[in-house]
């Protein structure tokens, strides 16, 4: 079983950046499939973005195309959302999530950290 822990969230004006990370512990991530959701007030929550861990690929949500790029470290068993020209409609709490390979479904959830972008 993997716990994750985010960070990185914090307060940002519009055009600026944020880098959030998720740790994992209790497993290696070359096990599972890794992703970026986030939650918006009176919102669904939404995927942002996805990795692959053994090919390294990513996917995204049209949203997060060109401004956001997920990425990962394998010595830190750890994976990162860079996000850039964030707009305020990006103001959202994130979370990281995990799936093992082979399943169809994120298991394991991060607790969250706030983004939160002013205009």
């Known amino acids: 079983q993997v716990q994750l822990v985010e960070s990185g969230g914090g307060l940002v004006q519009a055009g600026g950046s944020l880098r959030l990370s998720c740790a994992a512990y209790?497993?290696?991530?070359?096990?599972?499939?890794m992703a970026w959701f986030r939650q918006a007030p009176g919102k669904e929550r939404e995927f942002v973005a996805a990795?692959?861990?053994?090919?390294?690929?990513?996917n995204y949500a049209d949203f997060a195309k060109g401004r956001f790029t997920i990425s990962r470290d394998d010595d830190k068993n750890a994976v990162y959302l860079q996000m850039n020209s964030l707009k305020p409609e990006d103001t959202a709490v994130y979370y990281c999530?995990?799936?093992?390979?082979?399943?169809?479904?994120?298991?394991?959830w991060g607790q969250g950290t706030q983004v939160t972008v002013s205009s």
């Open positions: 999530a995990a799936r093992r390979l082979g399943l169809t479904t994120f298991d394991y």
């Open positions: 209790g497993s290696t991530l070359s096990d599972y499939a």
């Open positions: 990795i692959t861990w053994s090919t390294g690929n990513g």
